[in-house]
């Protein structure tokens, strides 16, 4: 074979490849499907050289081949899917590591973000067979076990999960019912999605709301699916948008103030060996303290000044005293004092 020739079957190969991997799935709920004319459009943006008819030619082809390929006999504009029953079929293969990764990847997000899961099945199953039985029971060998008391995760309905990563992979606005913890009447939202983010057993999505620029958190299991709607608007992104920033600066935390606290703990030795390890802020010292039962420690750190921060000192109960600052050591004091009122009136 002449390398013109050589290199033109290649770059058929890889042309019907590449269409067969633009096909969407056929999902339940829903009809995704692409046209011929976008289907075109985007083989020519990734720089492929075709006409109209050598495409419509070479989705004949790939039919014959491939029974579960379909279109919808739209005669104005043909649109193609795979049946939602196809087998998953990957060129090349995923090898055992792969196949392993993708099953853990399930035993990780299944209790955080069930609804995630449902659009990986086709995946999985072909993961579970490249696996078999030996290689599965590995993961019966494996467990997530939470720092804090452990929850159930807030139900999420798989159409909300489509509906908010497809905004978010694509860069368009949605329109969604919202309940809000506070309760009362649902309200209705356009908003620009910006982020997911996964709390322990909650899924949030960050956002902007209508064209302000403030960032807003929305918990996904508070979405009515029956009211949630892919727009096709851009969305607004404030400028300077960096979520990590905006982790780090305490949302999601509950924060009460901008400023952070200066800390200063005294702990139990044992109780602090876990900051030893894992530290409550990068500029953290842990130094040693009095103490009239055991040996203490003296933690000093700059945190953000959050809901969370308190919850987790009246969690360590008598192995902490709060030193510094002196608001959040009364803080923490009355409210110790209101629980203990609570047993001595029971």
Not at 29 to 34: E, L, M, Q, T
Not at 197 to 225: C, G, I, K, M, S
Not at 251 to 277: G, I, K, N, S
Request: proline content about 6%; aromatic content about 6%; some cysteine.
């Amino acid at each position: 074979m002449s390398p013109n020739k050589r290199n033109s079957t290649y770059s058929v190969v890889h042309r019907l490849l590449r269409t067969l991997q633009l096909i969407p799935r056929h999902r339940e709920g829903a009809a995704p499907r692409i046209g011929t004319g976008d289907l075109l459009k985007r083989l020519e943006e990734e720089g492929f050289s075709l006409s109209l008819r050598t495409l419509q030619r070479d989705l004949r082809e790939l039919q014959a081949v491939f029974p579960d390929l379909r279109n919808d006999g739209n005669r104005d504009a043909l649109g193609w899917f795979w049946a939602a029953d196809a087998e998953q079929v990957n060129i090349p293969s995923m090898d055992t590591v792969q196949a392993l990764a993708l099953k853990l990847a399930e035993h990780f997000l299944q209790p955080v973000m069930p609804g995630l899961i449902a659009p990986l099945e086709k995946y999985l199953t072909a993961a579970e067979r490249i696996l078999g039985s030996e290689q599965m029971a590995v993961l019966e060998r494996i467990r997530i076990v939470p720092r804090s008391m452990p929850l159930q995760a807030a139900d999420i309905p798989p159409a909300v999960v489509e509906i908010v990563l497809t905004a978010l992979a694509e860069r368009r606005r949605i329109r969604v019912r919202y309940a809000s913890r506070s309760g009362g009447a649902p309200g209705e939202y356009m908003l620009s999605p910006l982020a997911v983010v996964l709390r322990n057993e909650v899924a949030y999505l960050l956002a902007t709301a209508w064209e302000y620029q403030d960032v807003r958190h929305y918990a996904l299991h508070r979405f009515d699916p029956e009211h949630l709607e892919l727009l096709a608007e851009p969305v607004t992104e404030p400028d300077g948008f960096d979520l990590d920033r905006i982790l780090n600066e305490g949302a999601l935390q509950y924060r009460l103030d901008e400023q952070p606290l200066a800390l200063v703990l005294r702990m139990r030795e044992e109780t602090a060996t876990h900051l030893q390890e894992t530290p409550l802020a990068s500029d953290q010292r842990i130094e040693a303290a009095e103490g009239c039962d055991g040996k203490w420690v003296r933690i000093r750190a700059t945190v953000a000044n959050t809901l969370q921060l308190r919850w987790w000192l009246l969690g360590l109960g008598a192995n902490v005293e709060v030193e510094a600052p002196e608001s959040l050591r009364r803080e923490i004091l009355g409210q110790l004092g209101e629980a203990l009122g609570l047993y001595e009136s029971g």
